[in-house]
């Protein structure tokens, strides 16, 4: 059973394109998290989704970043117009369930952002 | 809200010296606590958890108990090795769903 996948590994962008950073969760896992690492920081809630739903989107920024997971296919993370200080780890996290707190959440290996 | 506090690094140790890594945590409710532990260019892997108050959570020779009364779940290691050179993270979850409140993570390095 193949883990939490997210590609890019690694992505470089200059001030101003877009980024887009795709997770897909395990395998019969229907709920996806994403979350940021800042350099010398721990990881925070961005955004939380069911297929084709967002739950939660408490942490994302207001302006830039947006996030979907479609009914087929991958989770995206989107974020236009990238500026420095959104360079960081985004990592990708996905459940079996979300009704029960002690549901665990699997991490990808993170997809590392480096805005130029 | 929710909020982990756990010491901050870096921990530096000799091989097989005995491991604290101290973590408190404020929720509501009764949340699931979590140790995460992150290797060098990596994701993060669950370590341990306990999801009920006295609940100890064990993994790989380490462990955490969850204390209610002092609101802490310490993470313990008898005897680490230089394999366990990684950063660590306390974490929570409370609530309908399991959103994850993280600390800021411990680094661990361990010296032959």
């Known amino acids: 059973n193949a883990g939490v996948m997210q590609n890019p590994r690694h992505l470089v962008r200059r001030r101003g394109q877009e980024a887009r950073l795709r997770c897909s969760p395990m395998?019969?896992?229907?709920?996806v998290y994403w979350y940021r690492q800042l350099p010398e920081e721990g990881l925070k809630f961005m955004v939380y989704?069911?297929?084709?739903?967002?739950?939660?989107e408490s942490g994302m920024p207001k302006e830039r970043f947006s996030a979907e997971f479609p009914k087929e296919g991958p989770s995206i993370l989107r974020i236009q117009q990238v500026v420095r200080g959104d360079s960081a780890a985004y990592f990708c996290?996905?459940?079996?369930?979300?009704?029960?707190?002690?549901?665990?959440?699997?991490f990808g290996p993170g997809t590392r952002l480096t805005v130029l | 809200g929710n909020s982990v506090t756990q010491m901050e690094g870096p921990v530096t140790l000799s091989e097989e010296a005995f491991l604290t890594i101290n973590c408190t945590y404020t929720?509501?409710?009764?949340?699931?606590l979590f140790w995460y532990v992150q290797y060098p260019g990596e994701g993060l892997q669950l370590l341990l958890k306990?999801?009920?108050?006295?609940d100890k959570g064990s993994n790989k020779g380490f462990e955490a108990t969850y204390r209610k009364e002092t609101t802490s779940f310490h993470l313990e290691k008898g005897s680490v090795q230089v394999s366990d050179s990684a950063v660590y993270f306390c974490?929570?979850?409370?609530?309908?769903?399991?959103?994850?409140?993280f600390g800021i993570g411990t680094k661990l390095q361990v010296i032959p």
């Open positions: 996290a996905s459940s079996p369930d979300s009704g029960r707190g002690t549901d665990t959440q699997y």
């Open positions: 395998k019969g896992h229907s709920h």
């Open positions: 989704l069911q297929k084709e739903n967002i739950i939660d």
């Open positions: 929720a509501t409710g009764y949340p699931s």
């Open positions: 306990a999801t009920k108050a006295d």
């Open positions: 974490a929570l979850s409370s609530g309908g769903y399991q959103k994850v409140t």
